[in-house]
């Protein structure tokens, strides 16, 4: 049995387009924020008094959902601001949004910022879940539905929080497989890892760790963290294609830099395999098993944007107490590549759709989710 599991990009000017006008101390969507954000505030005991599910908001009363993002500059994150937006007004609640640009402190700082605004629900995307323990009780207790975004946060069992979930790992291991099976099993390969600590970029990585245990005649030549930043993925291949002339594949943990990438084989004559993870939708329509890119997985920040918000939005209103929701994702393999993982025994571990059906979830994903 397939394991059940649970992703369009623009290139990188794009992204700038979509986050003109908002730098990243300011919200986008939403509510506006305070103009002075506080400090990061002490750790407070995780040993304090069982804590109840946060109730209902009364009928009538707007729900608030305070959203802090790692960046607005990733594609992914600001296309899941848009449809998170989209949510709200659909379903009639405010989404505020804040960047912590990869810093921890300011990450807790906006989250203390949130409790101290008494918003409804805080949802947050864990540069370290472990760091966050402390402050997700803080708010946990003072009666704010906290929710974690794709990276758990495993707060003592007397304090209720909720983590709306990815496979992440598998999902990104069934793209590598299939690369790894377009490729024969054998060859060099890189790995532009995400952010060092981060649950998601972690999990990811197993998967990656996972094919080459399948494979032990694939060699990882070379490794780096891109702390999902566009830039430095971009900068990481650039240099690789000088210091490995005879790499035959690489492996990035999203998107955002893809296209870039495949420019960048194209342009110098290359061939180089690509498998990636976000399934951004013009990474998705350029896909293919002659490659460059020929496997992804479908998270899609427009899906995940809609997914959360309403996740959000249930917790508040009482209509789901679930406290780990996972969102349905699929790796994305070419037909024949499939073909050719079933004839290495890994096609059946895993979730699988064509490109083909990937755009087709991505046509309208608030249809997708209409009965969530």
């Not at 707007?62 to 296309?79: D, E, P, Q, S």
């Not at 005649?217 to 240099?239: H, K, M, R, Y």
Request: charged residues 20%; aromatic residues 8%.
């Amino acid at each position: 049995m397939k394991k059940t599991i649970a992703l369009v990009l623009a290139a990188v000017l794009m992204a700038a387009v979509l986050m003109a006008g908002c730098s990243p101390a300011q919200d986008a969507g939403g509510s506006a924020a305070p103009a002075d954000e506080p400090q990061a505030s002490a750790s407070v005991s995780a040993d304090t008094e069982e804590s109840a599910p946060a109730e209902a908001k009364p009928e009538g009363e707007k729900i608030r959902v305070g959203y802090v993002m790692l960046n607005f500059t990733n594609t992914f994150y600001a296309n899941l601001m848009e449809t998170a937006q989209q949510a709200a007004d659909d379903r009639g609640f405010e989404v505020t949004f804040k960047s912590c640009e990869g810093n921890l402190e300011q990450e807790i700082a906006h989250i203390e910022n949130f409790i101290q605004e008494g918003v409804d629900v805080i949802i947050a995307d864990p540069i370290d879940s472990e760091a966050l323990v402390d402050v997700f009780t803080k708010g946990a207790e003072a009666g704010i539905t906290m929710v974690s975004l794709f990276n758990e946060v495993k707060t003592p069992d007397s304090v209720t929080t909720y983590n709306a979930m990815l496979d992440h790992q598998g999902i990104f291991e069934g793209a590598c497989m299939g690369l790894a099976a377009k490729m024969g099993g054998k060859g060099k390969v890189g790995f532009i890892a995400g952010t060092p600590g981060n649950a998601a970029s972690e999990e990811r990585k197993a998967g990656f760790q996972a094919m080459l245990d399948k494979y032990p005649d694939i060699e990882l030549v070379a490794e780096e963290p891109s702390e999902l930043d566009p830039t430095q993925g971009i900068a990481i291949f650039e240099n690789w294609l000088t210091a490995y002339p005879d790499m035959d594949a690489v492996f990035v943990v999203f998107d955002d830099c893809v296209p870039a990438i495949v420019d960048m084989i194209e342009g110098n004559g290359k061939d180089i395999l690509i498998a990636a993870n976000d399934g951004l939708g013009d990474c998705v329509a350029i896909m293919g098993s002659d490659g460059p890119l020929v496997t992804d997985a479908l998270i899609n920040g427009y899906r995940a944007g809609y997914w959360t918000a309403l996740y959000c939005y249930n917790l508040a209103t009482g209509k789901t107490s679930e406290t780990h929701e996972y969102m349905p994702t699929y790796s994305i393999i070419p037909t024949d590549v499939q073909e050719l993982m079933k004839a290495d025994g890994t096609y059946d571990d895993y979730d699988i759709i064509t490109p083909e059906e990937a755009l087709s979830y991505l046509d309208n994903v608030a249809n997708e989710f209409k009965d969530y």
